[in-house]
């Protein structure tokens, strides 16, 4: 009977487990693959699913078995003899937003999955690619400097199944024999032979006066095809001072890239520029061309990826060399705004009747935005693992198929759908703190309120701000980071790293503003000023392609109508005003009449906007957070105002503004919010 109870307390505890990556709740081993699992990835490796694995059937969060059990540590890594010492530690990509984030230093690709770091630099290496090059053999760099970084060789036979949409650096060929491999630059992988077999004298296309020989200098040597300086070993000719780079001398006459372009590209020697079809940009002297196609592009324009997903689109986008077009239309880039010429290389959507399009240059500018699809079936189960519906449960539905009775992941009630509110004006949305109008869903049992369209977001989605999983949550308290608003409500919670309120959430990267003439696009490089507000911009902005017209996410998230005491009427945001010298009407000061302010037509009232909405427009009454500056760590509340007009815990001055009060009835713990910084 001991025994028994033994093997039930094992088989228990082999059924489920506690991941370090995923506390909310424990993991389940699933032994065989359901129809459900069959379309879900690991969130480990990224690969699609099978059994056995570990599931959360709560967070839709899956691992392989094998990636839910792999060492939260290894000692040491061959591929990292310089700080073995160290240790390597299991981290879950991506930490924080900047270029810190390190690619893999294998497949260089920078993905939402497990990885391997090293504590003493910047060394990682994802789960994937640590399983796999954990049998290579590897040995120092060649004795032939020819690079600027140092180059390592994996002397394994097929060079490992990550590596396979690589090609060697020099000859193009597969990757199947002995490599040399340079961390720190993607594309430079190449045959051990091809190096290790210069031959010291060539005949070149380029120069037919005499043969070139293979030299060496420390100093920077200018290359004569393609024009640029070069350093250490090169081929010349001494008689006529001419001198090409090794990677100009040994260009291939022929390249194939079938995952590109399906017919092979022949070398061109061309003196002179030339505009590349593939990305529409000038080259200079060395070019490839396509015999049957008649198109003529950059060297490097040969592996452009056929299929990306880009995430300022729902759906990828395909590399083509010319689009047709049944009108004689012009189509802009939306990302710049600039012409895009039909006839030469661009990305667009192949959805039928999506006219989405953009310059090759812009749209693969920042590597964070986009991801390379290897094959086209992959779209599809890509778009619908990355929306999720936050509503749990379809209660009812009326006859023209709307959920009218719904279960809610942001509440522990029914919600029920109605055309309008009959009471209570100025009853705000649960959701994204604004009023509310029409169509909202209510709960009969207490005071919630959703409209219809923030109850309809997505659970998980991919933001267009980052090519990485946004996850929306039911915050207490949070400040934006885009808008700077303290808010109530709705979150997106983007690749971990960034939480965005809803109201900026349903911001497009496009948009038609009523205080602008034009669209504006945003920009990740903008820093101008807002016309709205004034203020810099530290994160990007909104701006026109027509015209110096800038705007950041605070002002584009305004409320069009705002209540205020100073006046009987709604103040409508207003964007312009012709007069010379305005005075706000609550504060009674000086008011830029360049920047947007609130109005009523009716009473001639104006007052600055941040005077209208006060300090915290997106705050609801008793929004909880966590663990503040309060000795004894108990959660905090917000409140416009206290009863009794209590002394603050912090000035000792009578609390006349907004407060924050301890939950604990025991407690006596309240504070101005201006006294304490306020950061959650």
């Known amino acids: 009977m001991e025994m028994d109870n033994e093997n039930e307390s094992h088989h228990k505890s082999v059924q489920q487990i506690q991941h370090p990556f995923h506390k909310e709740h424990p993991l389940v081993l699933l032994t065989e693959q359901s129809d459900e699992a069959l379309k879900a990835y690991c969130d480990g490796c990224g690969e699609l699913l099978s059994a056995p694995c570990f599931t959360c059937i709560h967070c839709n969060y899956h691992l392989h078995k094998q990636c839910a059990e792999a060492p939260l540590v290894i000692p040491n890594h061959p591929l990292h003899p310089k700080h073995s010492n160290a240790g390597f530690f299991l981290r879950q990509r991506p930490l924080y937003d900047n270029d810190l984030v390190y690619g893999c230093v294998l497949c260089k690709e920078k993905r939402n999955m497990f990885f391997y770091e090293c504590r003493a630099c910047c060394f990682s290496i994802d789960i994937k690619c640590a399983y796999l090059s954990s049998s290579y053999k590897f040995n120092q760099q060649p004795k032939l400097d020819i690079h600027q970084h140092p180059l390592t060789v994996i002397e394994s036979p097929m060079a490992i199944d990550v590596l396979r949409r690589f090609n060697c650096f020099w000859c193009h060929e597969p990757l199947i024999d002995a490599i040399y491999f340079c961390f720190d630059c993607p594309s430079f992988i190449i045959h051990k032979k091809c190096l290790d077999e210069l031959p010291p004298k060539i005949d070149h296309p380029s120069h037919h006066k005499h043969p070139l020989f293979f030299n060496h200098s420390d100093s920077d040597r200018f290359c004569n095809l393609c024009q640029k300086e070069h350093s250490r070993h090169f081929y010349c000719c001494s008689l006529c001072h001419f001198n090409i780079n090794l990677e100009c001398a040994l260009l291939r006459s022929i390249i194939e890239d079938k ?128 929306i999720q519906s936050s509503i749990t449960h379809v209660i009812e539905v009326n006859e023209a198929g709307e959920a009218t009775k719904i279960e809610h992941f942001s509440h522990q009630h029914c919600l029920v759908l109605a055309d309008k509110m009959e009471e209570e004006i100025d009853r705000k949305c649960d959701g994204c703190m604004l009023f509310i109008s029409t169509f909202i869903y209510y709960c009969s049992e207490c005071p919630f309120f959703l409209h219809k369209t923030c109850t309809e977001l997505p659970k998980i989605k991919t933001h267009w701000f980052r090519q990485w999983q946004a996850t929306l949550n039911f915050e207490g308290f949070k400040q934006c980071e885009f808008c700077a608003q303290y808010c109530s409500g709705f979150f ?189």
């Open 259 to 386: 995952r590109s372009h399906q017919h092979p590209f022949s070398l061109l020697w061309r003196q002179g520029s030339f505009i590349c079809d593939a990305c529409d940009t000038e080259g200079n002297y060395i070019s490839y061309i396509c015999l049957k196609c008649y198109i003529v592009i950059h060297k490097k324009c040969i592996s452009l990826p056929r299929i990306i997903k880009f995430s300022r689109h729902d759906h990828c986008i395909f590399h083509k060399y010319f689009l047709q077009t049944q009108e004689l239309t012009k189509q802009d880039c939306k990302i710049c705004f600039k012409e895009v010429k039909l006839d030469r290389g661009s990305y667009s959507c192949g959805k039928t009747g999506c006219n989405y399009v953009v310059h090759v240059n812009c749209v693969l500018e920042d590597y964070k935005l986009y991801e390379v699809i290897e094959e086209e079936k992959q779209c599809e189960e890509l778009y619908e693992k990355s």
């Open 492 to 680: 997106y919670n983007i690749g971990g790293a960034w939480h965005m309120c809803i109201r900026c959430a349903k911001v497009a990267d496009i948009i038609k503003c009523e205080g602008h003439q034009h669209f504006l696009f945003y920009d990740f490089k903008c820093n101008e000023k807002c016309n709205g507000c004034g203020t810099n911009n530290d994160i990007g902005a909104f701006r026109c392609g027509k015209c110096k017209f800038t705007l950041g996410f605070g002002c584009l998230t305004l409320p069009h109508s705002a209540l205020h005491k100073i006046d009987q009427h709604m103040l409508n945001l207003t964007y312009h005003d012709d007069r010379e010298q305005s005075y706000c009407d609550i504060c009674e000061q000086e008011r830029d009449p360049r920047l947007w302010y609130y109005s009523c037509s009716n009473c001639d009232t104006s007052a600055h906007t941040e005077c209208v909405l006060g300090q915290f427009p997106f705050l609801k009454d008793g929004s909880t957070f966590s663990h503040y500056d309060h000795k004894h760590r108990h959660d905090l509340e917000f409140f416009r105002k206290a009863e009794g007009y209590p002394r603050c815990s912090y000035c000792g001055k009578l609390c006349q503004e907004e407060i924050l009060k301890c939950k604990k009835s025991t407690c006596n713990y309240i504070v101005h919010c201006k006294c304490r910084n306020y950061q959650v």
